[in-house]
């Protein structure tokens, strides 16, 4: 028995950028820091606390403010405000006795983008 080779068993070529486009192929340690944030704001109530910030008219809120305006506990509120703080997501800034929260300005524009 003789066997030839199909088209399946020859070698892929090297894959090229999208037709039309003259973009590189994202770059692995961007690909894996856009992977660490969408795996952070891959959660419901993580999206909800980043709208209300987003949606205030200041652009900030403090953990009380957001636990009222979707009716969580504040220990809720607080722990997914850890993680999108611990990801650079969010920024804390103590004024008096109250922390506000704000969407980092370098990360304002994706999360703009994330929540259309």
Known sequence: MVVTACEEDAP?????????????????SAAEELSRTLRVVADPTRLQL????????????TVGQLADALG??????????RILAEDGVLVREQ??????????????????????
């Open 12 to 28: 892929m070529p090297a894959p090229s950028p999208t037709p039309g486009s003259s973009e590189p192929p994202l770059a692995r």
């Open 50 to 61: 980043l709208s209300v910030i987003l949606g205030s008219t200041p652009q900030r809120a």
């Open 72 to 81: 969580l506990r504040q220990p809720t509120v607080t722990h997914h405000v």
């Open 95 to 116: 004024e008096g006795k109250f922390v506000w929260l704000s969407v980092r300005e370098d990360r304002r524009h994706a999360i703009e983008d994330l929540l259309r």
